[in-house]
């Protein structure tokens, strides 16, 4: 089923693919226990994975509907969940495909360089995916993704250099975020990323300026 949604046969996949597959398989090799299955990959992705990277919605569908978990493994090792694959790679269907599984935007799996599927839209500057994914998001999980101030979507956004820095924010205001909850800080790193117009957003919101702080 793998070589075949390498292959671009989402039909000769979804004949392959049983629902009593082991979708946390866990890779041949022999111990002390018999034979243990791993997850079978292909370019580092599980199958999951690689169908929502492809924008391969009928197997994303199979999947589902074979019980597969929407996120993905939680103890998968080798990448981020299948949505924040999907929205790195652009492919617009599989992120529906996948919310409408029940995906959490704000999911984050544990260890070096993994990235929410909010925080893959905001690197990437993908409004419109971004739109889509925060319409699917209810208000606490949003606020979820954004409590830790220090390593958040929106402190990405102000970390980064770029000219949608305040219509990206906007989205997220309009989302239910409250700009107010920042701090002088915020605004010292966009105008460090060169992003003046989100700098005057900040300010036009509200949020507190420290003229000691902001004076460099």
């Keep these: 089923a793998q070589a075949a949604v390498e292959g671009g046969h989402p039909a000769i996949a979804e004949q392959l693919l049983l629902a009593v597959m ?3 398989q866990r890779g041949p090799q022999v111990g002390s226990g018999g034979l243990i299955f791993a997850k079978p990959q292909m370019n580092n992705r599980p199958i999951m994975n690689l169908a929502a990277q492809r924008g391969d919605t009928q197997t994303v569908q199979r999947l589902l509907a074979l019980g597969a978990p929407v996120d993905g493994d939680p103890a998968e090792p080798h990448g981020n969940t299948p949505l924040a694959d999907a929205v790195e790679a652009g492919q617009s269907d599989s992120v529906k495909a996948l919310l409408a599984g029940g995906a959490d935007p ?4 544990e260890g070096y360089d993994r990235r929410s599927a909010l925080e893959v839209a905001v690197r990437a500057g993908d409004t419109t995916l971004l739109r889509t994914l925060l319409a699917a998001m209810k208000p606490d999980a949003l606020r979820a993704a954004l409590q830790n101030p220090a390593d958040s979507p929106i402190a ?8 949608q820095g305040a219509a990206v924010l906007r989205m997220f205001a309009d989302a239910g975020f409250d700009m107010k909850t920042l701090d002088a800080s915020a605004i010292r790193q966009a105008l460090e990323s ?3 117009a989100l700098a005057m957003m900040l300010i036009e919101a509200g949020v507190p300026v420290d003229p000691s702080g902001l004076d460099a």
């Design 22 to 24: 082991p979708f946390a």
């Design 106 to 109: 704000g999911l984050r799996r």
């Design 156 to 163: 990405q956004l102000l970390r980064q250099p770029g000219g």
């Design 194 to 196: 060169r992003d003046t």
